[in-house]
């Protein structure tokens, strides 16, 4: 049957509909799952477009029903840990609602790129949008253009209701409070880079957390996210040594802060105390194993396909934000006086 009807070439809907004996308007309904066609008539085309390995052009459907059944995810920076981890989540939950993800990674966090980066989605005729971007600037650009596509932005904590997010601020504040409860009272933070949301948050959270307990705080330390400018951080503070623990607004930052203090002969957690964030795979298995705040990507993904489809009930729609769990390992301690 199949040889029949591709002679050389895909078989086409009109080769699907000649078979089954039906008409291509007939197929075409089966395809988009239309209520009025009989069951013995729906398996029957289902049968010969399984025989025939028919595979529906989705360019030519959306011309006829307008809808790609795609979501288009708008990320940058997406080779991190959380951006990455969020995308994944996303492609399983849309997968699952029926949905294919078609992202674009901006090269560059510009307004033209930015611009490029969305235009590019909207011209794939996407059903609706995931901004996983967590520069100022993206959003900027993302409000300024005034899309009208349903759309949620993910890693924000701008309150609205088409924002999704994991608490920043709270998961900042439990790693402080850690190493507060341990009896730590000298400690730095090493942040993320400006102009990241989440960066900021985190900063905001350890200040916060600080102030509330009544512990001196220094100014944070603004980094690239990167172990290797952990590792420079590292050997920099330890010309003047006058800190107990280090919260790491990451954990690649965290490996390159413990690599720089084994480095120079001391112990972590004994004569330092680290902690970190995101809770990468890896992060158990560095030495020590990292103390470290787990995001729930996992959740995060589901709850965006969700209220974009519409289909989040009032009870999650109504929350602020997951929010992540301390996970105490081996890299903090009380210190040692």
Do not use: C
Not at 42 to 62: F, H, I, S, T
Not at 105 to 130: C, F, K, P, W, Y
């Amino acid at each position: 049957m199949a040889d029949e009807s591709r002679a050389g070439r895909a078989p086409s809907i009109r080769d699907v509909a000649r078979i089954a004996g039906v008409s291509h308007q007939t197929v075409s309904r089966v395809l988009n799952d239309h209520p009025s066609i009989r069951v013995e008539t729906r398996a029957r085309v289902q049968q010969v477009m399984d025989d025939l390995q028919y595979r529906p052009n989705r360019a030519a459907r959306v011309l006829v029903t307008s809808r790609s059944q795609t979501i288009g995810v708008l990320a940058s920076a997406a080779s991190m840990y959380g951006p990455a981890s969020s995308i994944q989540a996303l492609e399983q939950a849309a997968r699952a609602e029926g949905y294919f993800v078609n992202t674009v990674n901006l090269d560059g966090t510009d307004r033209d790129s930015i611009e490029r980066g969305l235009n590019h989605l909207l011209d794939q005729a996407v059903e609706g949008l995931v901004v996983i971007a967590p520069q100022v600037r993206v959003f900027e650009t993302f409000h300024d253009m005034n899309i009208s596509l349903p759309f949620v932005t993910l890693q924000s904590t701008v309150a609205s209701q088409n924002a999704l997010s994991v608490d920043q601020i709270t998961g900042a504040r439990l790693a402080t409070r850690h190493l507060i409860d341990l009896g730590h009272r000298n400690i730095y933070h090493l942040a993320g880079p400006q102009d990241w949301i989440e960066a900021e948050a985190r900063m905001h959270g350890f200040l916060s957390e600080m102030s509330d307990r009544d512990v001196a705080a220094t100014a944070p330390i603004l980094g690239d996210w990167t172990a290797e400018f952990g590792y420079y951080a590292g050997r920099e503070l330890l010309r003047v040594r006058d800190f107990t623990a280090i919260f790491s607004s990451n954990d690649q930052m965290a490996l390159g802060l413990i690599h720089a203090i084994r480095e120079a002969g001391l112990d972590v957690p004994r004569d330092v105390s680290i902690v970190g964030f995101d809770d990468i795979p890896e992060s158990a298995h560095f030495w020590p194993p990292l103390t470290t705040v787990r995001q729930d990507f996992a959740e995060l993904g589901r709850r965006a396909i969700a209220l974009l489809l519409g289909t989040l009930d009032d009870q999650i729609a109504g929350q602020p934000g997951l929010v992540p769990d301390l996970i105490v390992r081996g890299s903090t301690a009380p210190p040692i006086f």
